[in-house]
């Protein structure tokens, strides 16, 4: 092979490799490659109760089972059970800016209008939680300033609760919430039927309240 030729080689593998060099830095230097679009998480949507609701579920209850109880305590047993709970839902939303929640505020307010020193297993019973739930919460309400809790008197071995002028103080805040919360949902409602309401509730309560 001549000089001549072995020149042109080489210039030729030298252009080649000038080449492939030329393409890996055009790689690296080249666009990166977008990330794969990822699609934003759907929004939640929380849907309520309504009686058009109540009546479909009932309807496929009833085509599955073949129960024909009445329908009109369904739907009342029904309305009764989703309205207290959208009722704690709603306003615990409402008192959240005062860091409280109803479960706190319903244990404030036996604390402080019951005419009585109660015990955590008096205040258990009367707002249905168990024992060990209410310790938790009387516990976190002391903490926080809002009752005090004391040795009994009359037994040592029993604690009560008392409620200070702050556990008053949140007590009046939160009313000031719920009462605007109440009126913005019954104002509608004639007196009358409002009254007929209330007298069928305390029916139900004292019937449960027998049962227990």
Not at 137 to 151: F, N, T
Request: net charge positive.
């Amino acid at each position: 092979m001549t000089d001549e030729q072995n020149g042109d080689g080489n210039h030729a593998d030298q252009h080649k490799g000038e080449e492939v060099q030329s393409g890996r830095s055009a790689r690296k230097r080249g666009p990166k490659a977008a990330p794969p679009k990822v699609a934003p998480p759907k929004p939640v949507r929380l849907t309520s109760f309504s009686p058009d609701d109540a009546d479909r579920h009932l309807m496929n209850y009833r085509r599955s089972s073949g129960d024909q109880s009445s329908d009109r305590h369904f739907r009342i047993t029904r309305s009764l059970v989703v309205a207290a709970r959208l009722w704690r839902k709603v306003a615990n939303e409402r008192i959240k800016p005062l860091n409280q929640t109803m479960a706190r505020w319903e244990t404030l307010f036996h604390v402080a209008y019951s005419g009585a020193d109660l015990t955590q297993s008096e205040l258990a019973r009367m707002i249905n939680v168990e024992g060990p739930t209410m310790v938790r919460m009387l516990d976190s309400l002391a903490r926080d300033g809002l009752i005090d809790r004391e040795q009994s008197a009359q037994d040592r071995r029993v604690t009560v609760n008392r409620i200070t002028p702050a556990g008053e103080k949140a007590i009046q805040e939160i009313m000031a919430i719920t009462n605007d919360l109440r009126g913005e949902i019954l104002e509608d409602i004639e007196p009358e039927r409002l009254a007929v309401t209330y007298e069928v509730l305390s029916q139900i309560l004292k019937r449960l309240g027998q049962m227990r």
